[in-house]
């Protein structure tokens, strides 16, 4: 039978994988180990910028910050969720690729390992000469001793009419495998957090109380699965904030030295009252919701007289650290119910004032000799346009004018002194000053199974690098005995050695 040309074309013409392997191929790749250990390197790449920039559910005054410093490049930088890395889309891509590679690779060798652990040794091969590891003498040597020096040395054992077959090791494929479900269970356990817990920070000033409520945070990140009632009913004040520094006449003068936050603590609305001393590293624990110490800075506090001679605004006021090392800060004021006019002050905070020339420094962070210094500004705060605006920043509002003559350094107010406002608009005086800390409230259900996945991980590394998988065996026939040896990973000889001294000593 003669084919046709189109006929001969068409038995000739490549075949396609298809659909269904196309899915095979792509499944297979994913499922791989070069896969899984590349996913596994780009999950750690990826979590390095979290640590690099700023996060917005960890401190998102700094994040302002970052855009008042350099605008263009942190619109940039937010575009790529820089700011925001553990709630990126393509951080979620690497996390489930990830988890599908690490079950599609785990689970089909957790049951070739369960079957191969009830596998009984093999029989011993028919020359045992040709094993990278041999040896053959002359010995009076039973079967039943054979097999009882291996099992002392911890081998399986399997006899047979003239041969004894051993092998141990398999706790080294054990804690590999044990490595990987542990990062299974590692995987499960973030993706719980992120589905079951939340996380907040706010700002509190001494003297004042906080409320484990949604309304009370600042900034609240909820899980999918997080309702307001989840939250845990605790409440406490903050009675009192201490900071201590290393003082003049040492090279780190400056430098924290400890940080400490006393808490009047109440775990629930009808809970007695505790004291609770809230250090770095060191959070609130209530029923499994942490709250932990994350930042402190200043909060001077000022009374503003309008220009009918009404107390407008008394309070502290949260100024921000500008700079780290002596604690300078930068406050905003802003008082709409102030007559004639609304009012609004930029404020620079000194902590430890000296001056140099015409200007003036904070030369250490501790508040030694407080002091401030004000711009004052009149006009239209812009409060009824329902349009948000930051508390920390008046750069939004256009139809502020200056009050006077705004001089680059004015003279700083010492506590207790008062600034006139020109054309009788009123008055500000500095009063006192208060510390402010930001505490950061997570809820995190997988946080423990994380840690015990974690060291089960760690101990699993430790089993596959350090046990070696090996298999001997002894064949007795005639006087002659003959004992093969072979290692699947490392040197075998000093093992095999002593098995070898062992089995001539009983001949």
């Known amino acids: 039978m003669t084919l046709t040309d189109e006929e001969q074309k068409e038995v000739t013409k490549p075949v396609g ?213 989840s939250l845990e009913p605790f409440s406490f004040k903050l009675t009192d904030f201490q900071a201590t520094y290393i003082g003049p006449g040492h090279e780190k003068v400056g430098q924290p030295l400890t940080f400490s936050a006393t808490l009047s603590v109440k775990d629930a609305p009808s809970a007695a009252e505790r004291v609770v001393d809230l250090r770095v590293n060191e959070p609130l624990d209530v029923n499994g919701t942490l709250t932990y110490l994350i930042g402190h800075g200043y909060a001077p506090v000022f009374k503003v007289t309008d220009g009918q001679g009404q107390v407008a605004y008394e309070g502290p006021v949260p100024c921000l650290t500008s700079n780290t090392s002596t604690y300078e800060s930068e406050c905003v004021i802003k008082v709409p119910d102030a007559r004639p006019q609304q009012l609004a002050f930029l404020g620079r905070f000194l902590p430890s004032t000296l001056p140099v020339g015409e200007e003036w420094i904070s030369v250490f962070p501790g508040a030694a000799n407080p002091t401030v210094q004000v711009w004052p500004f009149a006009g239209d705060l812009g409060l009824d346009s329902g349009e948000p605006q930051s508390v920390y920043d008046l750069s939004a509002h256009k139809n502020l004018k200056p009050l006077g003559t705004m001089t680059v350094q004015p003279r700083p ?15 500000i005086e500095f009063t006192g000053v208060k510390e402010w800390i930001s505490l950061q409230t997570t809820y995190d259900p997988g946080r423990m199974p994380a840690l015990m996945a974690s060291i089960a991980a760690v101990l699993g590394l430790v089993f596959s690098l350090t046990i070696r998988r090996r298999r001997v065996w002894v064949r007795m026939k005639d006087g002659r005995v003959t004992v093969g040896g072979l290692s699947l990973t490392e040197n075998f000889t000093d093992e095999f050695a002593e098995i070898v001294a062992s089995f001539r000593s009983l001949g």
């Not at 920070?201 to 009632?229: I, K, Q, W």
Request: charged share 20%.
């Open 17 to 229: 994988l298809g659909v269904v392997g196309w899915l095979r191929w792509g499944w297979r790749t994913l499922t791989s180990m070069r896969t899984a250990l590349i996913l596994l390197f780009l999950f750690a790449l990826a979590s390095v910028p979290g640590s690099v920039f700023p996060q917005r559910n960890v401190d998102a005054s700094l994040v302002a910050r970052y855009y008042a410093n350099d605008p263009v490049k942190a619109e940039w930088l937010d575009r790529f969720w820089l700011f925001d890395v553990f709630r990126s889309p393509w951080f979620a891509a690497i996390y489930l690729l990830l988890f599908l590679s690490l079950v599609g690779c785990v689970l089909p060798r957790t049951l070739a390992h369960l079957k191969e652990i009830r596998r009984k040794p093999p029989a011993a091969p028919r020359n045992l000469l040709r094993l990278p590891y041999h040896d053959e003498f002359t010995a009076d040597l039973t079967i039943a001793e054979a097999a009882a020096t291996l099992k002392k040395r911890r081998f399986r054992v399997e006899t047979g009419p003239d041969w004894v077959a051993a092998e141990k090791g398999h706790l080294r494929e054990t804690g590999n495998l044990v490595f990987h479900v542990a990062l299974l269970v590692l995987l499960i356990a973030v993706g719980a957090g992120g589905l079951y817990g939340y996380k907040g920070n706010v700002l509190v000033v001494e003297g004042d109380g906080f409320a484990n409520t949604v309304a009370a945070y600042d900034r609240y990140v909820p899980g999918a699965s997080v309702s307001a009632e």
């Open 413 to 427: 107010l010492a506590v207790g002194e008062a600034l006139d406002l020109p054309g009788g608009a009123g008055k």
